[in-house]
């Protein structure tokens, strides 16, 4: 039933980006704005095409790497939702349309054609924003990507920006004294000589980071009287009484709704218990015993999601609500079901094809949290009802269960 939909044509070759300029012009104001510092080591003598890798925590990233690069011409890995009402506008900035989390060879070509241009193909690989400041999952592909790409491997770490507007708060906190490295990671001669595995190696070393050391690190203080506003979203199990989905936040505390434990989160990003035990007072170990829980689950094999839903589709560049569902996630992978126009229809994502899945919260302020599943022409943005669940955990539950049935294999 939806095949009368217009798809977003991904074979469509990628654009020179003709807005070079003006996007240089506006990533300087927040240069500024935001005293950002930038380390250049071994790239002089680099030209395109080189392949930029990046990590990913808020929309600032597309202006350090602006600010990192230019004047080079590159064309942006960038997921469909970045498309949505604009589609001319990205396309002219040089954007490759991509669908979260899937295998799609279509990509390769389409970075083919940037390398044959001697464009710079840029991907954000850990493909959405880092939930709690830390690296997220990055695919197991990555290393043969850049052998197959023939051609050097640069990597642009920045810090600073998921605590100037973490994921849970978009809140521009106006944090000054932000900074980025830009380094050469493999040259095209090391490339020849490294396997798969050890250009991995380098990529995952080069790719660690904690932003609330970072900030500790630097001192930087966040006076922002909402700066706890959100975080519930991210730690949404209580260490006190275990509770999930009962934590909730205000202001500058973060509460569990359950047992009333509450927690004062810092202006350095620390969280202090206001009575009894705090048990992370880092926010990444928090988050890290939430994923070792969900870990227990899938290996125990009782992971289990079911309820109603809320979905919207996006084939091409707008969205196409489609009513009420029903989704299932658990060992299995996650399965949409519902009826449409009078037809009832299916999405099946098998748990072993699928490394991670994409999630939002509050998404675009009005829709409510949700998680979008996606297949090779289509995505699928779903809403679940009620307050038992917590996004966050499909994400954790979706990582483990895919490296679960990996490593079983």
């Known amino acids: 039933m939806f095949d009368k939909y217009e798809r977003f044509d991904m074979k469509k070759p990628p654009e020179y980006p003709k807005l070079r300029l003006l996007s240089y012009g506006i ?55 970045g498309y949505l009402n604009r589609e001319k506008l990205i396309r002219m900035i040089g954007g490759i349309c991509k669908r979260k989390f899937t295998t799609d060879l279509q990509l390769i070509k389409q970075l083919e054609y940037s390398v044959a241009h001697k464009r710079v193909p840029v991907i954000f690989p850990e493909a959405r924003y880092s939930l709690c ?9 990555l290393g043969r990507l850049c052998k197959h790409l023939n051609i050097p491997v640069v990597v642009l770490m920045m810090h600073g920006h998921h605590i100037n507007s973490p994921f849970w ?11 980025a490295e830009i380094k050469c990671i493999a040259t095209k001669r090391e490339l020849a000589e490294l396997s798969v595995d050890e250009i991995n190696e380098r ?17 930087i203080h966040i006076t922002y009287k909402g700066r706890a ?3 519930h979203k991210v730690l949404y199990q209580c260490p006190h009484c275990k509770t999930e989905y009962r934590m909730d936040s ?11 434990h509450t ?21 990444p170990d928090w988050y890290e015993w939430e994923r070792d829980n969900v870990r227990k689950e ?28 029903y989704l299932i996630h658990d060992m299995n992978g996650f399965k949409l079901t519902g009826e449409f126009e009078g037809e009832k229809y299916e999405v099946v994502l098998p748990a072993g094809m699928h490394y991670g899945v994409h999630i939002e919260y509050e998404y675009l302020g009005k829709y409510g949290d949700c998680v979008d599943l996606n297949t090779l022409d289509n995505t699928y943005y779903v809403y679940p009802h009620g307050e038992d669940f917590a996004v966050t955990k499909f994400s954790l539950a979706c990582e483990e269960i895919f490296k679960y049935l990996h490593n079983k294999k």
């Open 229 to 231: 506003e959100g975080l």
């Open 263 to 283: 927690w004062e989160y810092s202006e350095l990003g620390e969280l202090h218990a206001i009575e009894g035990e705090t048990y992370f007072s880092h926010i």
């Open 250 to 260: 205000k202001g500058t505390q973060l509460f569990c709704k359950a047992c009333g």
């Open 298 to 325: 899938v290996e125990a094999g009782t992971y289990h999601f079911e309820g109603e839903v809320h979905t919207s589709m996006m084939p091409k560049d707008k969205f196409i609500p489609i009513g009420n569902g």
């Open 203 to 219: 990529i995952h070393d080069a790719f660690q980071y904690d932003e609330y050391k970072w900030q500790k690190d630097n001192n």
């Open 27 to 81: 990533a300087l104001i927040d240069k500024f704005t935001h005293k950002i510092k930038i380390n250049k080591k071994g790239i002089k003598g680099i030209k395109p095409p080189y392949l930029l890798l990046a990590n990913h925590n808020a929309f600032m990233d597309i202006k350090v790497m602006t600010l990192a690069t230019f004047p080079h011409p590159k064309n942006y890995v960038i997921a469909i939702d």
């Open 169 to 179: 708060n978009l809140h521009d906190r106006k944090v000054k004294g932000l900074q």
């Open 133 to 141: 400041g830390t690296t997220a999952i990055l695919p197991p592909s």
